[in-house]
């Protein structure tokens, strides 16, 4: 199974059926994520790929980005999604439309975090070049950079580490031109996992950053 790499929006907020899989430090994170669109951000996402894992973890982020917002797929969407795709183009990148209106992009596992690491290396920064191309181009989305850890470790360490990697992606991101005040990053630590962890694959896959991006609708 193959290490991804996650640009996606998804507009919901946390189920509460996710908190069963909790420990006491990760509920104790989601708090204030918002509970108000959990069902039926779950309900849109349950059927994809990763299940109930990657579906409670795209409606936390979701609540963090959105903030109980409205997202539009525009015609500027569409044509980012295109450009998106123009541009990763033999990179094993794939991208995609959400059913929330917003712009998914999977980048393979080649580009990956090792265990304990946060250090971005040359393939990974290569693709995060023309990430942050795409995302200059088009300079009146929302983005959310989530960083996720495997099993490994405490939560203390998982949930800082994670962070260090949200941030090492925004710094790069913004490092290339993209404007800082445009990104928001989130530690997750190891509570949404999107593969099983009792195996090193399953641990490759979980180590992992996802970029939301979303056009919010006009108030």
Not at 60 to 66: E, F, S
Not at 164 to 174: G, K
């Amino acid at each position: 199974m193959r290490t991804k790499i996650t640009v996606s929006v998804l507009a919901a907020a946390i189920a509460m059926t996710g908190c069963a899989n909790m420990t006491d430090t990760q509920k104790k994170t989601t708090t204030g994520a918002g509970v108000g669109a959990a069902a039926g951000a779950v309900l849109g996402a349950v059927t994809g790929p990763g299940g109930w894992a990657r579906a409670l973890g795209g409606a936390a982020l979701g609540g963090l980005i959105g903030g109980g917002g409205t997202y539009l797929w525009s015609k500027h969407m569409e044509k980012q999604k295109d450009d998106m795709t123009a541009s990763t183009q033999n990179t094993g990148v794939t991208v995609t439309k959400t059913e929330d209106n917003f712009m998914q992009v999977n980048i393979p596992s080649d580009i990956s975090f090792t265990t304990g690491s946060s250090q971005l290396n040359s393939d990974f920064r290569h693709v995060l070049d023309k990430v942050a191309a795409n995302l200059k181009a088009y300079p009146n989305t929302h983005i959310i950079v989530a960083g996720h850890t495997d099993s490994t470790g405490s939560d203390a360490i998982n949930n800082q580490l994670s962070r260090d990697r949200a941030t090492h992606v925004r710094n790069y991101l913004v490092s290339q031109g993209v404007q800082s005040s445009r990104i928001r990053i989130e530690g997750l630590g190891s509570q949404y996992p999107t593969a099983d962890n009792s195996t090193a694959e399953g641990r490759a896959e979980n180590r992992r950053v996802e970029i939301y991006v979303g056009e919010k609708t006009a108030s």
